[in-house]
């Protein structure tokens, strides 16, 4: 297992702790408080439990070793992966919306106060979870990660206008008391709206989408080390899991024979899996150098 895959799992057993200790305290505040939105909080703390343990099984899925039937490894399973925790935030968010709207059509009691100072803590540690978690993803490369890291900033704004919805009920008084509510439909449409934000760069990963830029200036700059390499005409690069396969075409001296092509495109491989820790492969192609490309 690499240090990357290591990093990743730690991280996610980080967020399903987390989670499930708000989930219970938030279910018991928003019960005991009278309030649904934190209840509808708790709900997609909940959600995010069973996402995360999604992430987990990715993550785990994702090491394995290349084999005859994966020979580009089983990485792909990252943003399948996030397609399912897409789905559950959908799922979260519907339950919430057709909730809210219930309890907006039926009067009740407001909000207790004390329920803002639980709220207030959970926002700070949920914003907290998401720093520690967004840094951990962009370090791994890791997709999964990333969807994981925006279930916390995504419940840490819903709490934010769960805290916004009760300081209303709770200091309007009698006439506001659905404004709690109001606070959980609305943290419903951000959900929808985060969702897609998700799934996007998910989905692009999937259709191998070039979204690499910044790792094929990196697998140039590193070519450009290697003795015999003059430079490089095409550099595509795919992303799968958190490791990337590289089609590279190198021009060399049109003069070289074709064993000193061929190991130029070995030491060149050899230099580039060295250097490039997030590289599982590549695929080199040689092309000569002529009078055209000089």
Same mark, same amino acid.
């Given at each position: 297992? =690499?240090?990357?895959?290591? /990093? %990743? &799992? #730690?991280?996610?057993?980080?967020?399903? &702790?987390?989670n499930s200790c $708000? %989930? @219970?305290?938030?279910?018991?505040?928003?019960?005991?408080?009278?309030?649904y939105a934190l209840i509808a909080d708790a709900i997609e703390s909940?959600?995010?439990?069973?996402?995360?343990? $999604?992430? @987990?099984?990715?993550?785990?899925? *994702?090491? #394995?070793? %290349? !084999?005859e039937n994966h020979p580009y490894g089983h990485g792909k399973i990252e943003p399948l992966i996030t397609f399912g925790v897409?789905?559950? @935030?959908?799922? =979260?968010?519907?339950?919430? *919306?057709?909730?809210?709207i219930e309890n907006i059509r039926t009067p009740h009691d407001a909000p207790e106060v004390w329920t803002l100072l639980l709220l207030g803590v959970i926002i700070l540690w949920k914003e907290l979870s998401y720093r520690v978690v967004i840094q951990k993803s962009k370090q791994t490369k890791s997709t999964s990660l990333t969807a994981d890291a925006w279930h916390h900033r =995504? !419940? *840490? &704004?819903? =709490? @934010? $206008?769960?805290? /916004?919805?009760?300081?209303?009920?709770? +200091?309007?008084?009698?006439?506001?008391?659905?404004a709690d509510d109001w606070a959980a439909l609305l943290a419903s449409i951000f959900i929808l709206y985060n969702s897609y934000q998700? +799934? #996007?760069p998910a989905l692009g990963e999937i259709m191998d989408e070039h979204l690499h830029e910044d790792f094929c200036n990196e697998v140039i700059q590193a070519s450009e080390e290697v003795n015999g390499v003059i430079g490089i005409e095409k550099c595509l690069a795919r992303k799968t899991g958190m490791t990337y396969l590289v089609d590279l075409h190198v021009i060399v001296d049109g003069n070289a024979s074709v064993f000193e092509g061929h190991e130029i495109a070995h030491q060149l491989k050899d230099h580039l899996l060295s250097v490039l820790p997030n590289l599982s492969d590549a695929l080199i192609h040689i092309e000569p150098n002529f009078e055209r490309i000089k």
């Open positions: 297992m =690499s240090s990357n895959q290591k /990093i %990743a &799992i #730690r991280t996610v057993y980080f967020s399903i &702790i987390g $708000l %989930a @219970l305290c938030k279910g018991i505040g928003g019960i005991l408080g009278n309030s909940t959600t995010d439990i069973f996402s995360s343990l $999604l992430v @987990l099984f990715g993550l785990k899925y *994702a090491k #394995r070793p %290349a !084999d897409v789905a559950i @935030l959908i799922t =979260s968010a519907t339950i919430i *919306a057709y909730q809210s =995504s !419940d *840490a &704004i819903t =709490s @934010l $206008l769960a805290f /916004i919805g009760i300081a209303i009920a709770v +200091l309007m008084g009698k006439g506001y008391e659905s998700i +799934l #996007r």
